[in-house]
């Protein structure tokens, strides 16, 4: 035997280790705080590092700094100031803390601790004190503090290039308005947060705990009051307040992330951005008209916009007369005029009212019916939610516990979850296009046609129908917050 070569016991002991984890894992229960950060991490790494990896792999361009560039993109994702680092000590070390906390509780009840008189176990029995006076939520919640103020520091430690603010800067998604006067830098210009997204998505969480709180304390005072009947119609009122206010947090942040998504992009993370982009589907020329009519460079009753190419490139690219989109033409109210001009221009299905055709709004869609566009918006939605909710679900599990997914008691919830969160998705997609159909062409804009499309295509128009309709699906799934 060389010297180089490990003793035979040891190579057993090397080839064992494996099982040996494997069976450890397999004993500790699912919400054992390692559970929960190799969890964490798995599912952390797969979306980080997955998506960094994909351009390395399928563009030569990407390669050509070969291993250099790689070793960049492993050092950066498993880096401790990488996504998935921070993310396992955000989330198990919440749980790592909580579970320390509550065996130095258990630890204050031992009649020995009393007798502890050195410094260190005077200091140590002033902490076991002050953590046993807490209840149990504020010891959960100071622990998930304390990992969260960690994984946030670990997040602005990542080095990041700084974005441009120039004046030829635009922001995505957001076509330049072609002789408007630079903007002046605001708040939110410069460089943006890399925890923004996070910070809405646990602010969303943190109302919708703070209510279900309320709803908990304000119940259990008329359970202890009303005796077992107390106690049953406590019990329904709880579901019924939860389910109404799960809907009012759902509406209030919905209503505000899309009222910015229309009309002030850049006050929303670029995910959030590219996102409702993909979901959405929509031509980034309406949201820069939508925009223009806020600002009032764009009007149909002064047959006047900043951008006059705007809306008839878009009619030119879909195959249609550039005239479709000319604000000079377009008629602003409805009635009789403007069937008149439709039929110069030989628009079909829109007499009686004005604005742009639903040809362009629906882009290449559906052409003109706005039935058929709700339906098919609604199917490229769920098919989108299926693509991104699958591995979601299935992932964690696949990497930590895999064996689960072989027994089909687990497995069809799991399923079923996907399928719900993908059929809430798609139903929020359909109802606002629904909403923007029946606002603008199918119902109001034919109630009143002397009310100008100004307001029917402003502000008024497309952001209310998105805060009206975000309340109907939540109703559906309470589960779907953020």
Same mark, same amino acid.
């Not at 991490?41 to 390669?63: C, D, E, H, N």
């Not at 670990?154 to 004046?167: D, I, N």
């Given at each position: ?11 057993? @002991? ?32 797969? +979306? ?22 790689? @070793? ?5 994702? $498993? ?24 065996? /130095? ?7 020995? +601790? ?8 005077? $200091? ?9 006076? &807490? ?26 290039? !700084? ?17 408007? !006067? ?17 910070? $809405?998505? &646990?602010? #969303?969480?943190?109302?919708?705990? $703070? ?75 309406? &949201? ?21 190419? /705007? ?29 008149? #001009?439709?039929?110069?221009?030989? #628009? ?61 008691? @687990? ?43 100004? #307001? ?27």
């Amino acid at each position: 035997m060389s010297a180089e070569e490990p003793p035979p016991d040891l190579k057993g @002991k090397l080839r064992a280790l494996p099982n040996a984890v494997g069976e450890y894992l397999h004993s500790i229960p699912d919400d054992h705080p390692l559970q929960i950060a190799l969890r964490t991490y798995a599912l952390s790494i797969s +979306l980080s590092l997955g998506p960094a990896l994909v351009p390395f792999m399928t563009s030569p361009k990407a390669r050509r700094d070969g291993w250099t560039r790689l @070793k960049r993109i492993l050092g950066r994702e $498993l880096g401790a100031t990488g996504f998935a680092f921070a993310m396992t000590a955000g989330v198990g070390g919440g749980a790592f803390l909580k579970e320390v906390f509550d065996v /130095l509780v258990l630890e204050g009840e031992c009649p020995r +601790l009393a007798d502890d008189r050195s410094v260190h176990g005077s $200091l140590r029995a002033k902490v076991i004190g002050w953590l046993a006076l &807490l209840k149990e939520s504020h010891r959960t919640f100071l622990a998930n503090a304390l990992s969260s103020a960690l994984a946030i520091t670990l997040f602005h430690r990542r080095r990041r290039s !700084p974005v441009s603010t120039g004046p030829g800067t635009t922001l995505p998604l957001t076509p330049p308005l072609y002789g408007s !006067p630079p903007t002046k830098p605001s708040l939110f210009a410069g460089r943006p947060s890399i925890t923004l997204d996070l910070t $809405l998505l &646990l602010l #969303v969480r943190a109302m919708d705990a $703070l209510s279900q709180i309320t709803i908990q304390k304000g119940c259990e005072v008329l359970e202890k009051n009303g005796g077992v009947d107390g106690q049953e119609a406590a019990q329904k009122r709880r579901h019924l307040l939860s389910m109404r206010l799960d809907a009012l947090v759902f509406w209030a942040s919905s209503a505000r992330i899309m009222w910015c998504f229309f009309y002030q992009p850049e006050r929303l993370p670029r995910s959030y951005n590219k996102w409702i982009m993909t979901v959405a589907n929509i031509d980034p020329r309406i &949201l820069a008209a939508l925009r223009l009519l806020r600002t009032g460079d764009w009007s149909y009753r002064r047959h006047h916009s900043a951008q006059p190419d /705007l809306v008839s490139s878009l009619s030119r690219d879909l195959g249609y007369p550039a005239a479709w989109g000319d604000v000079t033409r377009l008629p602003p109210y409805g009635g009789p005029e403007a069937t008149a #001009v439709w039929r110069e221009m030989g #628009v079909k299905g829109r007499d009686g009212i004005g604005g742009i055709p639903c040809e362009l709004v629906h882009a290449n869609a559906s052409g003109g019916s706005c039935s058929k566009n709700v339906s098919l918006r609604g199917s490229q939605a769920f098919a989108s939610a299926l693509a991104i909710y699958l591995p979601v679900h299935i992932l964690p599990i696949l990497l930590t516990r895999p064996r689960t997914l072989l027994r089909l008691s @687990k497995l069809v919830p799991i399923l079923l979850a996907v399928l719900r969160s993908a059929t809430f998705l798609s139903t929020f997609v359909s109802c606002i296009w629904a909403a923007v159909c029946l606002t603008r062409t199918v119902l109001l804009a034919r109630l009143f046609p002397w009310i100008s499309h100004d #307001v029917w295509d402003g502000h008024f128009g497309w952001a209310e129908e998105g805060r009206d309709c975000a309340v109907r699906p939540a109703e559906g799934d309470q589960g779907m917050l953020a």
